[in-house]
């Protein structure tokens, strides 16, 4: 079997037993991203994981929306490790986070704030450096109600603002934000896991990385219903795609597990079950630390069921 109709799993080996990425087997092997706020810290530590056995080594391109852009970001810096363990040491702060903004007529959610000290602390910038693997955040694009993977930066400020873009979750992160002339909300109103943005960029094989347990799915309650009403103002198109979320994305992760999605092959980590699993907005530190010490031992586990350990 040729590389381009081997599974993810198969590429993966192939390409550690041989020189990494660019080998010549004309696949490209995407690493996908999923984010969800604070529930990115699963898909970070997890990342993190695959990056201290070398596996990120193979990976061609790193494709995340929302939270799981900046994971991206710092996957593609060489600073994952540590920017995993901020969740809970930096970004669970009042500061960043929480309803005690909006009594201060602040967003829920301070996207840029975030933004800013994660490029800071976390060196952004040699995600633009040569040799680093091809980058791209996924946004929703408000006029069209499609996600665009926001790719080829021209420095670390359109870097930032990109992930800005990815990041801007509806009401709770404030206005959309206008980033290359277009005005873009988070990339999850569209595509939570970015696996057909990954295929428009020339993806053939995927690492998924998901941030919900499998069979799980986004619920849609009473808040919800208040973001589909400020969507559907902004164009009717976004308010239908926000209330379609849960059963889209059940049916992309059931074909994500089943080993292909977009014409992609897919390999796909998310936590078990029985791991605790932060809410978008979490701030409990000693929740955020469990999760990743979770996250951490189901990513070990999954590598070794796969022969990837």
Do not use: C
């Not at 391109?61 to 939270?67: D, E, H, N, Q």
């Not at 998901?210 to 799980?216: D, I, W």
């Not at 951490?296 to 350990?309: D, K």
């Amino acid at each position: 079997m040729d590389a381009l109709q081997s599974g993810a799993a198969e590429l993966l080996r192939s390409r550690l037993s041989g020189d990494g990425r660019n080998v010549g087997d004309e696949a490209t092997l995407a690493l996908v991203i999923e984010g969800g706020g604070m529930r990115g810290m699963l898909s970070a530590t997890m990342a993190a994981v695959l990056a201290d056995r070398g596996l990120l080594d193979a990976v061609d391109l790193v494709v995340g929306t929302s939270a799981g852009a900046a994971n991206a970001t710092a996957v593609a810096a060489g600073t994952i490790g540590a920017f995993s363990e901020s969740y809970a040491s930096v970004f669970a702060s009042p500061e960043y986070i929480g309803a005690g903004r909006m009594l201060r007529r602040r967003s829920m959610v301070d996207t840029r704030g975030i933004t800013a000290r994660s490029a800071e602390l976390f060196e952004w910038s040699l995600a633009l450096r040569e040799g680093a693997p091809r980058l791209a955040a996924v946004a929703t694009d408000v006029v069209t109600a499609k996600s665009v993977p926001l790719t080829d930066f021209t420095g670390p400020t359109d870097l930032a603002d990109s992930v800005i873009a990815s990041s801007q979750l509806p009401l709770a992160g404030g206005l959309p934000v206008t980033v290359r002339g277009r005005r873009w909300l988070d990339g999850g109103l569209v595509e939570p896991v970015p696996v057909a943005s990954a295929a428009a960029l020339g993806a053939t094989h995927a690492i998924v990385l998901a941030t919900r347990p499998f069979g799980a799915a986004p619920l849609y309650g009473r808040a919800d219903r208040v973001i589909e009403r400020y969507l559907r103002r902004l164009n009717p198109d976004l308010g239908d795609l926000y209330r379609s979320r849960p059963d889209r994305y059940r049916s992309a992760v059931a074909e994500m597990r089943a080993g292909s999605l977009a014409g992609v092959h897919t390999l796909t980590f998310a936590p078990d079950a029985a791991d605790p699993i932060p809410g978008r907005t979490e701030t409990d530190v000693d929740l955020l630390r469990a999760a990743r010490d979770a996250a951490a031992a189901t990513a070990t586990r999954m590598l070794a069921e796969v022969g990837l350990a």
